[in-house]
Structure formats: structure tokens, C-alpha cells
């Protein structure tokens, strides 16, 4: 990740503050101790910030995903500009239809989408043909450029903990029920949504978005995870530990895309 500066816009300039958010300028922002997250694809923060108006304060939620072209590109670098887009896209485009739904979700405040993202798209459809020929290969990516800023309401008094409590776990459940509920069979919307968001493959955690290596790593990382959860899950040891699964075989890494596009869901 470029090392840009967490109150710098998407086209790499210093954020304006007095224009950042609609609802009114402000005359400061700093990262509440202790919250900075700096990821290879993002970089966020809780920020305390001072409205310009009667100098009273308040907290937001921000996240940038830097991407300088000078910069040397990351490996898989699309495909996490991919899903960041898809993030800002869903608060910018849907999370408005959902919150008059009824849906619980953050505040959006501002959303920034780089308008270099939007040549990913071309790209997208024709990689998403390519994977089911076997005789055609996907296109080159377009050089590395843009980046996505969002700026959400602060849930300060929210905390996200692993593994969850079955409290936790409960409530999880029952918001992404209203959430997938609000749209149930709203055709032109999951149509729309397919097509903004979920176009080649859908988002960054999407089967189709592993590559090879990443497969062949599940060897390694199951046992780390079975380490980790497995007394907390309480599921049937011999089920966690079954070996089946791991069997990745070297020829499966050549046909890994499209088996990855037979387990993926369409967005559909």
C-alpha cells in the first residue's frame, strides 16, 4: 500500500475538510487514539472531529483505500480495488433503499469513488467470459489507479468480538435476516445490485477472487483455525478434523477458476 496519509483524498491530495461532509464543515479532524487500521488494501480510523459552526464535537468513521500509480503494484491489487469499490458503491447506491426499509445500517456521510475505478468494469466482464472458455485467457489489468473514501457514522459503542458470544451470534444472524428480507425478491434491485456490485465474481471474500496459491494455502491455514475456534464452535471434533476437504491436488490448482465458479454464487 502507498504510504498515503490517512486525511488525503482519492486523487492524493489533502482532504478538504470544510467540504467533506453535507451536513456541515469542519474545522478539525484527528485519529482517536488507538483505532488506526492500516491493511494492504485500506486505512481507517475513528476520527474526533470539531464542527466549524459552534465548535462542538463530534466522531466519524473514516476509510480510505490508497492506490498510488507510482508505486509498485501488490499482487491481487484489482481485486481488493474491486471489493473496496463494491463497498462504497453498496453505501453510495443501496444502503439508502435499505435504511428506508427498516435495515439498521451506519450513517453514510460521504462517499468518494475514484472515477479511474469505473475502468475496471470492462475488465470485469470480459475476465467473467474468459474463465468459462477454456480456449481465451483473462484481459491484462488496466495500470494500478484510484482508491474509494467513506466516511460513516462512528458506532463507538459497538465492538465486534471473535468468537462471538452466542448473544452476539444471535443478533448477527437476525440483522442479515431483515437485511436479506428488505430486498426479498425485489428483482430490478438484486438485478441492479449484480450488476454494481457483483459483476466477475462479486466481492473480495468471493471463491472466484482466489487464486491458486491461495487454494492450495487452505492446507495450512485449516489447522490454524481448527486451533483457534474449534472449542469455541462446538461442533463434533470428527467433523472439524476431517481431511477430506484438504485434499487439494496439484492438477486441481489448473482448474482452480472454474472450480471456484461452480461454488460461487452469481449475485443473482
Not at 494492504?40 to 480510505?64: I, N, P, T, Y
Not at 474468459?130 to 467513506?150: D, E, K
Request: glycine share 6%; with cysteine.
Amino acid at each position: 500500500m502507498a504510504a498515503l496519509d490517512l486525511l488525503t483524498d482519492v486523487d492524493g491530495e489533502p482532504l478538504d475538510l470544510s467540504t467533506l461532509l453535507e451536513g456541515g464543515a469542519i474545522s478539525r479532524a484527528d485519529i482517536v487514539p488507538g483505532t488506526e487500521r492500516r491493511w494492504a488494501q485500506s486505512h481507517s480510523a475513528a476520527l474526533r472531529v470539531q464542527w466549524s459552526s459552534d465548535g462542538g464535537q463530534g466522531f466519524v468513521f473514516l476509510k480510505r483505500t490508497p492506490a498510488d500509480p507510482a508505486a509498485p503494484p501488490r499482487p491481487n491489487w484489482q481485486r481488493d480495488a474491486i471489493s473496496c469499490r463494491a463497498e462504497a458503491r453498496f453505501y453510495a447506491e443501496f444502503a439508502p433503499v435499505l435504511r428506508e426499509r427498516g435495515v439498521r445500517l451506519p450513517r453514510c456521510h460521504a462517499v468518494r469513488i475514484d472515477p479511474r475505478l469505473d475502468a475496471l468494469h470492462d475488465g470485469e466482464r470480459a475476465a467473467a467470459a474468459a474463465v468459462t472458455a477454456t480456449s481465451s485467457s483473462p484481459p491484462p489489468p488496466p495500470p494500478q489507479c484510484g482508491g474509494t473514501l467513506l466516511v460513516l457514522e462512528c458506532l463507538d459503542a459497538a465492538a465486534q468480538h471473535s468468537p462471538l458470544s452466542r448473544v452476539q451470534a444471535l443478533r448477527s444472524l437476525t440483522a442479515l435476516a431483515r437485511f436479506h428480507a428488505a430486498a426479498w425478491e425485489d428483482a430490478p434491485l438484486l438485478a441492479r445490485a449484480a450488476e454494481r456490485l457483483h459483476l466477475g465474481g462479486g466481492t473480495w471474500w468471493s471463491l472466484q477472487k482466489r487464486d491458486a496459491a491461495e487454494l492450495d494455502r487452505m492446507v495450512e491455514t485449516w489447522p490454524a483455525f481448527l486451533t483457534a475456534f474449534g472449542p469455541a464452535v462446538r461442533i463434533p471434533p470428527p467433523l472439524l478434523s476431517r481431511s477430506a476437504p484438504l485434499q487439494w491436488s496439484p492438477h486441481q490448482s489448473f482448474v482452480s477458476p472454474l472450480s471456484s465458479l461452480s461454488l460461487s454464487l452469481s449475485g443473482r
